[in-house]
């Protein structure tokens, strides 16, 4: 029987905004929107109201993060001297584009977050918590 997916499995399938549970790719309708469940394992994203509370927090932090290093990476390269505008163009830039773009990535993230904290239930998928489905080289999924 194949083994659970590891914790780093299920991080870097958030990242690569793949299933959690199954790998399976193509999980948004468009750009932004994050299906409700998996195509292929039928596992249910947001597990419960407010499940995404995390991936906002997620997505906050890292937009907050990319904006104190361009700050100190600006006031470094300009020191000494240091000029507000183009420091503000740019910090406004990842304010306003990070979010959008991070958006995705936060959502399938988060999944990957939570089955490592609260693992995969029993009939919260197609596959049984113990197993795992194995990837093609397609990116589709079978269960192995
Ligand atoms: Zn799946």
Partial sequence: MPATP?????ILRGITRRCAVCGQRGLTDRFLRLREQCPQCGYVFERKAGHF???VG???IFTFALI????V??????WPDVTFIPLAAVT?????AVPVLFH??????WVGIDLIIHPLEPGEAFVEPGE???ETEEGAAQQG
């Fill in 6 to 10: 590891s914790n780093l499995r299920l």
């Fill in 53 to 55: 509370v995390g991936a």
């Fill in 58 to 60: 997620m997505n906050t």
């Fill in 68 to 71: 104190a290093i361009a700050l």
């Fill in 73 to 78: 990476a600006g006031i470094l390269l300009m």
């Fill in 92 to 96: 406004v830039g990842i304010a306003t």
């Fill in 104 to 109: 995705p990535i936060a959502k399938t993230l």
């Fill in 132 to 134: 795992a489905f194995v």
